[in-house]
Protein backbone atom coordinates (compact mmCIF):
# COMPACT_ATOMS: atom_id res chain seq x y z
CA UNK A 1 0.00 0.00 0.00
CA UNK A 2 1.13 3.27 -0.69
CA UNK A 3 -0.26 6.74 -1.31
CA UNK A 4 0.16 8.78 -4.84
CA UNK A 5 3.53 10.54 -5.24
CA UNK A 6 1.22 13.78 -5.22
CA UNK A 7 0.65 13.30 -1.67
CA UNK A 8 4.39 13.59 -0.74
CA UNK A 9 4.20 17.05 -2.82
CA UNK A 10 3.37 20.40 -1.50
CA UNK A 11 2.36 22.86 -4.31
CA UNK A 12 1.37 25.77 -2.64
CA UNK A 13 4.00 25.54 0.53
CA UNK A 14 5.29 29.24 0.42
CA UNK A 15 5.26 31.91 2.69
CA UNK A 16 1.96 33.43 3.70
CA UNK A 17 -0.90 31.68 3.04
CA UNK A 18 -1.74 28.78 1.00
CA UNK A 19 -4.49 30.89 -1.05
CA UNK A 20 -4.94 34.67 -2.48
CA UNK A 21 -7.75 35.85 -0.19
CA UNK A 22 -5.81 37.27 2.42
CA UNK A 23 -1.92 38.27 3.40
CA UNK A 24 -0.82 36.81 6.43
CA UNK A 25 -0.72 39.19 9.67
CA UNK A 26 -0.84 39.21 13.23
CA UNK A 27 -3.01 40.65 15.24
CA UNK A 28 -0.67 42.79 17.14
CA UNK A 29 1.64 43.94 14.41
CA UNK A 30 -1.98 45.56 12.97
CA UNK A 31 -2.08 49.11 11.85
CA UNK A 32 -4.03 51.55 14.02
CA UNK A 33 -7.19 51.41 14.08
CA UNK A 34 -9.74 53.39 15.48
CA UNK A 35 -13.51 52.98 16.60
CA UNK A 36 -15.96 55.56 16.48
CA UNK A 37 -15.98 56.95 19.92
CA UNK A 38 -12.36 56.23 20.65
CA UNK A 39 -12.83 53.44 23.17
CA UNK A 40 -10.44 50.71 22.64
CA UNK A 41 -12.76 48.02 23.52
CA UNK A 42 -15.43 47.62 21.01
CA UNK A 43 -18.73 44.96 21.45
CA UNK A 44 -21.03 44.46 18.21
CA UNK A 45 -24.33 42.22 18.97
CA UNK A 46 -25.54 40.22 16.24
CA UNK A 47 -29.08 38.33 16.71
CA UNK A 48 -29.26 35.82 14.04
CA UNK A 49 -33.43 35.47 12.67
CA UNK A 50 -33.98 32.37 11.35
CA UNK A 51 -36.58 29.93 9.48
CA UNK A 52 -35.49 26.10 9.17
CA UNK A 53 -37.62 24.15 6.52
CA UNK A 54 -39.30 21.40 6.98
CA UNK A 55 -38.37 19.69 3.75
CA UNK A 56 -34.73 20.22 4.26
CA UNK A 57 -32.52 19.06 1.84
CA UNK A 58 -29.44 18.98 3.63
CA UNK A 59 -27.21 19.31 0.59
CA UNK A 60 -24.52 19.58 0.25
CA UNK A 61 -25.14 18.72 4.68
CA UNK A 62 -27.48 19.06 7.12
CA UNK A 63 -27.61 22.12 8.54
CA UNK A 64 -26.99 22.49 12.55
CA UNK A 65 -30.41 23.11 14.33
CA UNK A 66 -31.74 21.89 11.45
CA UNK A 67 -34.33 18.85 10.69
CA UNK A 68 -33.76 15.81 12.49
CA UNK A 69 -36.49 13.20 12.49
CA UNK A 70 -38.30 11.33 9.66
CA UNK A 71 -40.12 13.93 7.50
CA UNK A 72 -42.56 15.81 8.89
CA UNK A 73 -40.28 16.83 11.69
CA UNK A 74 -43.17 18.71 13.69
CA UNK A 75 -40.69 19.11 16.97
CA UNK A 76 -37.43 20.81 15.26
CA UNK A 77 -39.77 22.62 12.88
CA UNK A 78 -41.62 24.55 15.13
CA UNK A 79 -38.89 24.37 18.00
CA UNK A 80 -36.81 27.19 15.44
CA UNK A 81 -40.10 28.85 14.69
CA UNK A 82 -40.41 30.01 18.11
CA UNK A 83 -37.04 31.55 17.64
CA UNK A 84 -39.61 33.88 15.33
CA UNK A 85 -42.74 34.00 17.22
CA UNK A 86 -41.76 34.38 20.75
CA UNK A 87 -38.04 34.36 21.25
CA UNK A 88 -37.00 37.18 18.97
CA UNK A 89 -39.75 39.58 20.80
CA UNK A 90 -38.34 39.04 24.15
CA UNK A 91 -34.90 39.75 22.62
CA UNK A 92 -36.12 42.96 21.76
CA UNK A 93 -37.65 43.61 24.92
CA UNK A 94 -34.49 42.61 26.76
CA UNK A 95 -32.25 45.10 24.25
CA UNK A 96 -34.32 47.96 25.11
CA UNK A 97 -34.45 47.42 28.44
CA UNK A 98 -30.59 47.49 28.33
CA UNK A 99 -30.53 50.21 26.23
CA UNK A 100 -27.91 48.40 23.76
CA UNK A 101 -28.20 48.37 20.21
CA UNK A 102 -27.66 45.08 18.29
CA UNK A 103 -27.78 43.99 14.48
CA UNK A 104 -29.96 41.42 13.39
CA UNK A 105 -29.59 38.90 10.46
CA UNK A 106 -32.59 37.66 8.81
CA UNK A 107 -33.22 35.09 6.33
CA UNK A 108 -35.15 36.09 3.47
CA UNK A 109 -37.57 33.06 4.22
CA UNK A 110 -38.58 35.02 7.62
CA UNK A 111 -39.01 38.23 5.85
CA UNK A 112 -41.50 36.71 3.91
CA UNK A 113 -43.03 34.54 6.93
CA UNK A 114 -43.79 37.02 9.44
CA UNK A 115 -44.39 40.55 7.98
CA UNK A 116 -45.29 42.11 11.43
CA UNK A 117 -41.58 40.77 12.70
CA UNK A 118 -39.96 41.88 9.28
CA UNK A 119 -42.12 45.80 9.75
CA UNK A 120 -40.73 45.89 13.57
CA UNK A 121 -37.52 45.01 12.65
CA UNK A 122 -36.78 47.74 10.22
CA UNK A 123 -38.68 50.04 12.02
CA UNK A 124 -36.22 50.09 15.09
CA UNK A 125 -33.04 51.44 12.76
CA UNK A 126 -31.42 49.10 13.73
CA UNK A 127 -28.70 47.19 10.92
CA UNK A 128 -30.01 44.38 9.13
CA UNK A 129 -27.63 41.86 8.23
CA UNK A 130 -28.77 39.65 4.63
CA UNK A 131 -28.63 35.87 6.01
CA UNK A 132 -29.20 34.13 2.58
CA UNK A 133 -32.48 32.71 1.81
CA UNK A 134 -33.50 30.06 4.78
CA UNK A 135 -31.03 27.65 6.83
CA UNK A 136 -31.36 24.79 4.22
CA UNK A 137 -30.16 27.08 1.84
CA UNK A 138 -26.49 26.44 1.80
CA UNK A 139 -24.10 28.24 -0.48
CA UNK A 140 -21.35 25.99 -1.78
CA UNK A 141 -20.05 24.44 -4.90
CA UNK A 142 -22.56 22.71 -6.64
CA UNK A 143 -24.55 25.49 -6.59
CA UNK A 144 -22.89 27.01 -9.54
CA UNK A 145 -22.39 30.49 -9.85
CA UNK A 146 -25.76 31.53 -11.63
CA UNK A 147 -27.53 30.01 -8.94
CA UNK A 148 -25.44 31.38 -6.06
CA UNK A 149 -25.90 34.30 -7.54
CA UNK A 150 -29.31 34.73 -7.88
CA UNK A 151 -29.09 33.44 -4.24
CA UNK A 152 -27.53 36.15 -3.13
CA UNK A 153 -29.10 38.61 -4.85
CA UNK A 154 -32.85 37.59 -3.82
CA UNK A 155 -31.72 37.34 -0.27
CA UNK A 156 -30.16 40.75 -0.62
CA UNK A 157 -33.28 42.63 -2.26
CA UNK A 158 -35.54 40.95 0.27
CA UNK A 159 -34.31 42.70 3.16
CA UNK A 160 -34.19 45.87 0.57
CA UNK A 161 -37.95 45.34 0.08
CA UNK A 162 -38.14 46.69 3.62
CA UNK A 163 -35.27 48.96 4.32
CA UNK A 164 -32.05 50.10 3.17
CA UNK A 165 -30.06 47.97 1.13
CA UNK A 166 -27.63 45.63 3.54
CA UNK A 167 -24.21 45.97 3.80
CA UNK A 168 -23.54 43.15 5.19
CA UNK A 169 -23.62 39.31 4.80
CA UNK A 170 -23.67 36.29 7.11
CA UNK A 171 -23.97 32.70 5.51
CA UNK A 172 -26.49 30.43 6.31
CA UNK A 173 -24.15 28.27 8.62
CA UNK A 174 -21.43 30.10 7.45
CA UNK A 175 -20.93 28.11 4.29
CA UNK A 176 -19.32 29.63 1.42
CA UNK A 177 -18.43 28.35 -2.15
CA UNK A 178 -15.24 29.11 -2.76
CA UNK A 179 -17.19 32.26 -4.85
CA UNK A 180 -19.26 33.32 -2.59
CA UNK A 181 -16.85 36.31 -1.05
CA UNK A 182 -16.82 37.42 -4.98
CA UNK A 183 -20.42 37.30 -5.71
CA UNK A 184 -20.86 39.35 -2.13
CA UNK A 185 -18.64 42.10 -3.20
CA UNK A 186 -20.43 41.92 -7.03
CA UNK A 187 -23.75 42.68 -5.02
CA UNK A 188 -22.68 45.51 -3.86
CA UNK A 189 -22.27 44.06 0.01
CA UNK A 190 -19.37 45.88 2.43
CA UNK A 191 -18.75 43.05 4.30
CA UNK A 192 -18.84 39.04 5.11
CA UNK A 193 -19.37 37.60 8.70
CA UNK A 194 -18.38 34.44 7.48
CA UNK A 195 -14.69 34.01 8.08
CA UNK A 196 -13.92 33.07 11.38
CA UNK A 197 -10.30 33.07 11.66
CA UNK A 198 -9.62 36.75 13.18
CA UNK A 199 -10.98 38.98 16.13
CA UNK A 200 -10.41 42.38 13.91
CA UNK A 201 -12.07 43.22 10.63
CA UNK A 202 -9.74 43.07 7.66
CA UNK A 203 -9.49 43.34 3.67
CA UNK A 204 -10.41 39.65 1.62
CA UNK A 205 -9.64 40.07 -1.97
CA UNK A 206 -12.22 39.33 -4.67
CA UNK A 207 -11.46 38.84 -8.49
CA UNK A 208 -13.29 42.42 -8.60
CA UNK A 209 -12.12 44.10 -5.63
CA UNK A 210 -11.77 43.64 -1.85
CA UNK A 211 -14.60 43.21 1.10
CA UNK A 212 -14.21 43.36 4.59
CA UNK A 213 -14.01 40.07 6.73
CA UNK A 214 -15.48 40.42 9.83
CA UNK A 215 -14.92 37.41 12.15
CA UNK A 216 -17.38 36.39 14.71
CA UNK A 217 -16.48 34.79 17.76
CA UNK A 218 -17.95 31.62 16.98
CA UNK A 219 -16.76 29.90 20.24
CA UNK A 220 -18.92 32.37 22.00
CA UNK A 221 -22.32 31.39 20.94
CA UNK A 222 -24.93 30.93 22.53
CA UNK A 223 -25.83 28.01 20.52
CA UNK A 224 -22.19 26.51 20.49
CA UNK A 225 -21.72 27.32 23.86
CA UNK A 226 -25.04 25.44 24.93
CA UNK A 227 -26.38 23.35 22.36
CA UNK A 228 -23.38 22.29 21.04
CA UNK A 229 -20.82 22.11 24.56
CA UNK A 230 -24.13 21.50 26.87
CA UNK A 231 -22.90 24.25 28.97
CA UNK A 232 -25.17 25.66 31.38
CA UNK A 233 -26.46 29.20 30.56
CA UNK A 234 -24.31 30.71 33.91
CA UNK A 235 -21.42 29.13 32.10
CA UNK A 236 -22.10 31.13 28.88
CA UNK A 237 -22.40 34.45 31.26
CA UNK A 238 -19.23 33.39 32.72
CA UNK A 239 -17.57 33.03 29.29
CA UNK A 240 -18.90 35.83 27.52
CA UNK A 241 -17.66 37.86 30.61
CA UNK A 242 -14.28 36.32 30.65
CA UNK A 243 -13.59 37.19 26.73
CA UNK A 244 -14.56 40.54 27.83
CA UNK A 245 -12.36 40.97 30.31
CA UNK A 246 -9.51 39.56 29.17
CA UNK A 247 -10.17 41.86 25.31
CA UNK A 248 -10.44 44.77 27.77
CA UNK A 249 -7.24 44.21 29.30
CA UNK A 250 -5.68 44.07 25.93
CA UNK A 251 -7.38 46.43 24.44
CA UNK A 252 -5.11 50.04 24.02
CA UNK A 253 -6.10 53.38 22.19
CA UNK A 254 -3.18 52.14 19.62
CA UNK A 255 -4.59 48.22 19.89
CA UNK A 256 -7.85 48.06 19.72
CA UNK A 257 -9.74 44.46 20.13
CA UNK A 258 -13.59 43.80 19.08
CA UNK A 259 -16.26 41.31 20.16
CA UNK A 260 -18.39 40.29 17.67
CA UNK A 261 -21.08 38.26 19.57
CA UNK A 262 -23.57 36.28 18.05
CA UNK A 263 -27.16 34.96 19.38
CA UNK A 264 -30.11 33.73 17.97
CA UNK A 265 -34.08 33.96 18.95
CA UNK A 266 -34.36 30.70 18.85
CA UNK A 267 -31.72 30.02 21.78
CA UNK A 268 -31.33 32.84 24.17
CA UNK A 269 -35.14 33.67 23.59
CA UNK A 270 -36.35 30.65 25.65
CA UNK A 271 -38.07 31.52 28.59
CA UNK A 272 -35.29 29.57 30.62
CA UNK A 273 -32.55 31.14 29.05
CA UNK A 274 -33.29 34.87 28.71
CA UNK A 275 -32.69 35.83 32.15
CA UNK A 276 -28.60 34.66 30.85
CA UNK A 277 -29.43 36.88 28.19
CA UNK A 278 -30.53 39.91 29.98
CA UNK A 279 -27.52 39.22 32.83
CA UNK A 280 -25.22 39.19 29.62
CA UNK A 281 -26.74 42.25 28.60
CA UNK A 282 -26.42 44.45 31.63
CA UNK A 283 -22.49 43.24 31.63
CA UNK A 284 -21.86 44.20 28.00
CA UNK A 285 -23.60 47.65 29.59
CA UNK A 286 -20.73 47.80 31.94
CA UNK A 287 -17.74 46.95 29.75
CA UNK A 288 -16.81 50.42 29.28
CA UNK A 289 -17.18 49.32 25.29
CA UNK A 290 -18.60 51.35 22.39
CA UNK A 291 -21.55 49.18 20.86
CA UNK A 292 -20.67 49.17 17.84
CA UNK A 293 -22.98 47.94 14.25
CA UNK A 294 -20.46 45.65 11.85
CA UNK A 295 -21.31 48.34 9.28
CA UNK A 296 -19.32 50.53 11.75
CA UNK A 297 -16.88 47.96 12.68
CA UNK A 298 -16.61 47.30 8.64
CA UNK A 299 -15.85 51.12 8.32
CA UNK A 300 -12.95 51.70 10.95
CA UNK A 301 -11.56 48.41 9.55
CA UNK A 302 -11.28 50.34 6.24
CA UNK A 303 -9.29 52.96 7.42
CA UNK A 304 -6.81 50.93 8.85
CA UNK B 1 -2.27 -6.04 12.32
CA UNK B 2 -1.26 -6.99 15.66
CA UNK B 3 -3.09 -7.54 18.78
CA UNK B 4 -0.78 -5.08 21.36
CA UNK B 5 1.59 -2.86 20.60
CA UNK B 6 5.43 -3.81 21.99
CA UNK B 7 7.00 -0.90 22.38
CA UNK B 8 7.64 -1.18 26.34
CA UNK B 9 8.30 -3.84 29.37
CA UNK B 10 5.63 -4.26 31.75
CA UNK B 11 7.11 -1.66 34.73
CA UNK B 12 4.09 -1.42 37.30
CA UNK B 13 4.79 2.32 38.37
CA UNK B 14 5.23 2.53 42.42
CA UNK B 15 8.21 -0.40 42.00
CA UNK B 16 10.50 0.95 39.85
CA UNK B 17 13.90 2.39 39.98
CA UNK B 18 13.74 6.11 41.43
CA UNK B 19 13.85 8.87 38.70
CA UNK B 20 16.05 11.72 40.36
CA UNK B 21 15.42 15.19 38.42
CA UNK B 22 18.07 17.99 38.48
CA UNK B 23 18.24 19.74 41.28
CA UNK B 24 15.98 17.42 43.07
CA UNK B 25 13.23 18.53 41.90
CA UNK B 26 9.78 16.11 42.14
CA UNK B 27 8.04 17.01 38.63
CA UNK B 28 9.49 18.17 34.77
CA UNK B 29 7.02 20.28 33.82
CA UNK B 30 6.98 20.89 29.90
CA UNK B 31 4.27 22.90 27.58
CA UNK B 32 3.79 21.61 24.33
CA UNK B 33 2.40 24.40 22.44
CA UNK B 34 0.83 22.72 18.45
CA UNK B 35 1.86 25.30 16.05
CA UNK B 36 0.22 24.13 13.26
CA UNK B 37 -1.02 24.59 9.53
CA UNK B 38 -4.20 23.21 8.20
CA UNK B 39 -4.45 23.49 3.71
CA UNK B 40 -7.54 24.78 2.76
CA UNK B 41 -7.59 21.93 -0.01
CA UNK B 42 -4.91 19.47 0.73
CA UNK B 43 -4.95 15.84 -1.75
CA UNK B 44 -7.37 13.26 -0.52
CA UNK B 45 -6.31 10.54 1.93
CA UNK B 46 -7.87 7.45 1.44
CA UNK B 47 -8.63 6.64 5.38
CA UNK B 48 -9.14 10.02 6.67
CA UNK B 49 -11.32 13.21 5.49
CA UNK B 50 -9.08 16.88 6.10
CA UNK B 51 -12.29 18.21 6.85
CA UNK B 52 -15.60 17.52 7.51
CA UNK B 53 -17.68 20.07 5.04
CA UNK B 54 -16.71 20.46 1.58
CA UNK B 55 -14.50 22.33 -0.29
CA UNK B 56 -13.98 25.07 1.02
CA UNK B 57 -14.52 24.64 4.50
CA UNK B 58 -13.86 27.80 5.91
CA UNK B 59 -15.13 26.89 9.25
CA UNK B 60 -12.24 24.38 10.11
CA UNK B 61 -9.83 26.12 7.89
CA UNK B 62 -10.92 29.63 9.47
CA UNK B 63 -10.73 28.32 13.09
CA UNK B 64 -6.66 26.93 12.85
CA UNK B 65 -5.69 30.11 11.00
CA UNK B 66 -7.04 32.35 13.98
CA UNK B 67 -4.54 30.30 15.81
CA UNK B 68 -1.56 31.49 14.17
CA UNK B 69 -2.61 35.19 13.26
CA UNK B 70 -4.28 35.59 17.00
CA UNK B 71 -3.81 32.67 18.84
CA UNK B 72 -0.17 31.98 19.35
CA UNK B 73 1.12 35.15 20.33
CA UNK B 74 -1.26 35.33 22.97
CA UNK B 75 -0.03 32.19 24.69
CA UNK B 76 3.01 33.94 24.23
CA UNK B 77 2.68 37.06 26.00
CA UNK B 78 0.88 34.52 28.52
CA UNK B 79 4.22 32.07 28.78
CA UNK B 80 6.38 34.84 28.94
CA UNK B 81 5.40 35.89 32.65
CA UNK B 82 6.36 32.39 33.71
CA UNK B 83 9.61 30.17 34.19
CA UNK B 84 8.11 27.54 32.13
CA UNK B 85 10.05 25.89 29.05
CA UNK B 86 8.62 25.57 25.69
CA UNK B 87 8.70 22.63 23.20
CA UNK B 88 6.71 22.83 19.84
CA UNK B 89 4.80 20.34 17.93
CA UNK B 90 5.44 22.22 15.10
CA UNK B 91 3.97 21.77 11.52
CA UNK B 92 6.99 21.94 9.86
CA UNK B 93 5.72 24.28 7.14
CA UNK B 94 4.87 26.50 9.16
CA UNK B 95 8.68 27.58 9.20
CA UNK B 96 7.62 28.65 5.38
CA UNK B 97 4.40 30.12 5.42
CA UNK B 98 5.16 31.67 8.85
CA UNK B 99 8.69 32.30 9.04
CA UNK B 100 7.68 35.33 11.65
CA UNK B 101 6.35 32.98 14.50
CA UNK B 102 9.11 30.69 13.90
CA UNK B 103 10.87 33.30 14.69
CA UNK B 104 8.93 34.48 18.03
CA UNK B 105 10.08 31.06 19.61
CA UNK B 106 13.64 30.69 18.90
CA UNK B 107 13.32 34.41 20.53
CA UNK B 108 12.20 32.63 23.69
CA UNK B 109 14.60 29.66 23.38
CA UNK B 110 11.60 27.47 22.67
CA UNK B 111 12.60 23.68 21.61
CA UNK B 112 11.17 22.55 18.39
CA UNK B 113 9.97 18.94 16.98
CA UNK B 114 8.18 17.40 14.41
CA UNK B 115 4.53 17.53 14.33
CA UNK B 116 5.01 15.86 10.26
CA UNK B 117 4.77 18.53 7.12
CA UNK B 118 1.15 19.84 7.46
CA UNK B 119 -1.73 18.52 9.78
CA UNK B 120 -3.62 17.76 6.84
CA UNK B 121 -1.10 15.19 5.62
CA UNK B 122 -1.61 11.97 6.99
CA UNK B 123 0.45 8.87 7.56
CA UNK B 124 -2.54 6.63 6.99
CA UNK B 125 -1.44 4.63 3.33
CA UNK B 126 1.81 5.70 3.02
CA UNK B 127 4.45 2.67 2.50
CA UNK B 128 7.79 2.76 4.56
CA UNK B 129 9.21 4.96 2.05
CA UNK B 130 7.17 7.45 1.73
CA UNK B 131 6.72 7.92 5.34
CA UNK B 132 10.45 7.90 6.04
CA UNK B 133 11.20 10.81 2.97
CA UNK B 134 7.86 12.64 5.00
CA UNK B 135 9.82 12.40 8.60
CA UNK B 136 12.93 13.17 7.09
CA UNK B 137 11.97 16.35 5.06
CA UNK B 138 9.99 17.47 8.72
CA UNK B 139 13.15 17.08 10.40
CA UNK B 140 15.58 18.68 7.65
CA UNK B 141 12.68 21.96 7.68
CA UNK B 142 13.55 22.32 11.42
CA UNK B 143 17.14 22.46 11.40
CA UNK B 144 17.19 24.64 8.34
CA UNK B 145 14.68 27.10 9.78
CA UNK B 146 15.60 27.08 13.37
CA UNK B 147 19.07 25.69 13.25
CA UNK B 148 18.15 23.03 15.78
CA UNK B 149 18.79 19.07 15.27
CA UNK B 150 15.10 17.54 15.44
CA UNK B 151 14.77 15.54 18.39
CA UNK B 152 11.21 14.84 18.69
CA UNK B 153 8.02 13.66 17.28
CA UNK B 154 4.35 13.62 17.53
CA UNK B 155 2.84 12.12 14.17
CA UNK B 156 0.87 14.70 11.74
CA UNK B 157 -2.91 14.73 13.65
CA UNK B 158 -1.59 11.73 15.32
CA UNK B 159 -1.92 9.20 12.31
CA UNK B 160 0.59 6.27 12.54
CA UNK B 161 1.45 3.33 10.96
CA UNK B 162 3.53 0.12 12.34
CA UNK B 163 6.55 1.34 11.21
CA UNK B 164 6.18 5.58 12.50
CA UNK B 165 8.43 5.37 15.65
CA UNK B 166 10.96 2.68 14.25
CA UNK B 167 11.08 5.67 11.38
CA UNK B 168 11.72 8.10 13.26
CA UNK B 169 14.80 6.46 15.94
CA UNK B 170 16.14 5.95 12.86
CA UNK B 171 16.69 9.08 11.55
CA UNK B 172 18.35 9.98 14.75
CA UNK B 173 15.08 11.25 16.75
CA UNK B 174 15.36 10.67 20.61
CA UNK B 175 11.85 10.72 21.63
CA UNK B 176 8.37 10.06 20.86
CA UNK B 177 5.11 11.56 21.87
CA UNK B 178 3.03 9.59 20.46
CA UNK B 179 2.09 7.13 23.23
CA UNK B 180 0.09 7.95 26.29
CA UNK B 181 0.62 4.82 28.64
CA UNK B 182 2.58 6.54 31.28
CA UNK B 183 3.47 9.63 34.01
CA UNK B 184 7.10 8.72 33.29
CA UNK B 185 9.44 8.79 30.69
CA UNK B 186 10.05 5.05 29.20
CA UNK B 187 12.55 3.45 27.19
CA UNK B 188 10.94 2.35 23.63
CA UNK B 189 12.44 -0.59 22.04
CA UNK B 190 12.34 -0.06 18.03
CA UNK B 191 13.57 -2.12 15.69
CA UNK B 192 17.00 -1.15 15.43
CA UNK B 193 17.78 -1.09 18.93
CA UNK B 194 18.80 2.96 19.03
CA UNK B 195 18.37 4.37 22.54
CA UNK B 196 14.68 6.00 22.09
CA UNK B 197 12.40 6.81 24.74
CA UNK B 198 8.64 8.17 25.21
CA UNK B 199 8.34 11.49 26.71
CA UNK B 200 5.13 11.76 28.23
CA UNK B 201 2.74 14.29 26.47
CA UNK B 202 -1.08 13.84 27.54
CA UNK B 203 -4.58 13.38 25.73
CA UNK B 204 -6.15 14.02 28.97
CA UNK B 205 -4.76 17.67 29.07
CA UNK B 206 -4.25 18.81 25.83
CA UNK B 207 -6.63 21.80 25.45
CA UNK B 208 -8.02 20.17 21.51
CA UNK B 209 -9.55 16.45 23.48
CA UNK B 210 -10.77 19.27 26.23
CA UNK B 211 -12.60 21.44 24.39
CA UNK B 212 -13.45 20.47 21.32
CA UNK B 213 -13.86 16.32 21.88
CA UNK B 214 -15.13 16.51 25.11
CA UNK B 215 -16.67 19.98 25.65
CA UNK B 216 -15.20 21.37 28.96
CA UNK B 217 -16.04 24.53 30.05
CA UNK B 218 -13.07 26.70 30.34
CA UNK B 219 -12.62 27.24 34.13
CA UNK B 220 -12.84 23.48 34.71
CA UNK B 221 -10.61 22.89 32.54
CA UNK B 222 -8.26 25.29 34.85
CA UNK B 223 -9.41 22.90 37.41
CA UNK B 224 -8.26 19.66 35.74
CA UNK B 225 -4.51 20.87 35.39
CA UNK B 226 -4.24 22.11 38.94
CA UNK B 227 -5.56 18.25 40.06
CA UNK B 228 -3.28 17.09 37.31
CA UNK B 229 -0.16 18.58 38.95
CA UNK B 230 -1.15 17.83 42.38
CA UNK B 231 -1.00 14.30 42.36
CA UNK B 232 1.90 13.92 39.92
CA UNK B 233 3.75 16.63 42.49
CA UNK B 234 2.63 14.45 45.37
CA UNK B 235 3.72 11.20 43.55
CA UNK B 236 7.22 13.15 42.42
CA UNK B 237 8.35 13.53 45.84
CA UNK B 238 9.02 9.35 45.74
CA UNK B 239 10.14 9.14 41.70
CA UNK B 240 10.47 12.41 39.27
CA UNK B 241 7.02 12.13 37.12
CA UNK B 242 6.35 14.49 34.37
CA UNK B 243 3.47 16.39 33.28
CA UNK B 244 2.86 18.32 29.78
CA UNK B 245 0.40 20.39 29.15
CA UNK B 246 -0.27 20.23 25.30
CA UNK B 247 -2.04 23.50 23.60
CA UNK B 248 -3.19 24.64 20.80
CA UNK B 249 -3.21 28.52 20.24
CA UNK B 250 -6.60 27.69 18.08
CA UNK B 251 -7.91 26.48 20.86
CA UNK B 252 -6.48 28.10 24.57
CA UNK B 253 -5.73 30.96 23.55
CA UNK B 254 -9.39 32.09 22.61
CA UNK B 255 -10.73 35.35 25.33
CA UNK B 256 -12.81 33.53 27.05
CA UNK B 257 -10.71 30.46 27.96
CA UNK B 258 -6.82 31.99 28.33
CA UNK B 259 -7.24 33.16 31.55
CA UNK B 260 -8.07 29.54 33.43
CA UNK B 261 -4.62 28.41 32.06
CA UNK B 262 -2.79 31.37 33.04
CA UNK B 263 -4.52 30.55 36.30
CA UNK B 264 -3.17 27.01 36.40
CA UNK B 265 -0.04 28.05 35.35
CA UNK B 266 0.28 30.85 37.89
CA UNK B 267 -0.75 27.71 40.63
CA UNK B 268 1.72 25.27 39.30
CA UNK B 269 4.50 27.84 38.96
CA UNK B 270 4.19 28.78 42.61
CA UNK B 271 5.81 25.11 43.78
CA UNK B 272 9.44 24.61 44.12
CA UNK B 273 9.48 21.64 43.20
CA UNK B 274 9.34 22.10 39.40
CA UNK B 275 11.57 21.55 36.95
CA UNK B 276 10.97 23.62 33.97
CA UNK B 277 12.36 21.53 31.23
CA UNK B 278 12.32 21.15 27.60
CA UNK B 279 11.04 17.55 26.41
CA UNK B 280 14.41 17.28 24.81
CA UNK B 281 16.11 18.14 28.51
CA UNK B 282 13.55 15.50 30.26
CA UNK B 283 14.50 12.72 27.41
CA UNK B 284 18.16 13.81 27.55
CA UNK B 285 18.53 13.62 31.44
CA UNK B 286 16.26 9.95 31.20
CA UNK B 287 18.25 8.30 28.22
CA UNK B 288 21.95 8.98 29.82
CA UNK B 289 21.12 8.32 33.56
CA UNK B 290 18.15 5.49 33.62
CA UNK B 291 17.80 4.03 29.82
CA UNK B 292 20.36 1.89 30.36
CA UNK B 293 18.96 0.18 34.22
CA UNK B 294 15.01 0.34 33.00
Known amino acids: MSLDPSYLQYPKRRRGMDHDRYPFSMLHERPPLRWPGGKPLAISIVVAVEHFPLNQQGKPFKVPGGMTTAYPDLRHYSLRDYGNRVGIWRVLRALDAAGLPSSFAINAAVIDRYPTLARTLAARGDELIAHGLHMDALHHQGLGENTERDWIESARDALAAIGPEPRGWLSPAKQQSALTPDLLHEAGFAYMLDWVNDELPYRFSTRKGSITAIPLSTELEDRFVMLNNLHSEQSWVTQVSDAIDWLGSEASPSSPRLLMLLVHAWVVGQAHRIAAFETLLARIARAGACLLAPSAVAAAGAKS | ?294
Not at chain 2, 192 to 202: H, I, Q
Open chain 2, 1 to 294: MKPALDYYEDAPYFQRPRIEWPGGKRLALWIAPNLEFYELDPPANPQRAAWPRPFPDIDGYGTRDYGNRVGAERLMRVLDGYPTRVSVSLSTALCIHHPEIIEMGLNRDWEYFSHGIYNTRYAYGMDEAQEREMIAESMALIAEHTGQHCDGYLAPALTHTESSLDLFAELGGLYTCDLFHDDQPTPIRTRSGARFVSVPYSLEMNDTIVYVVNKIEPRRYGEMLKAHFDRLYQEGADSGTVMCIPLHPYQVSHPHRIAAFRDALDYICGHDGVWHATAREIARHYLDRYWHGA
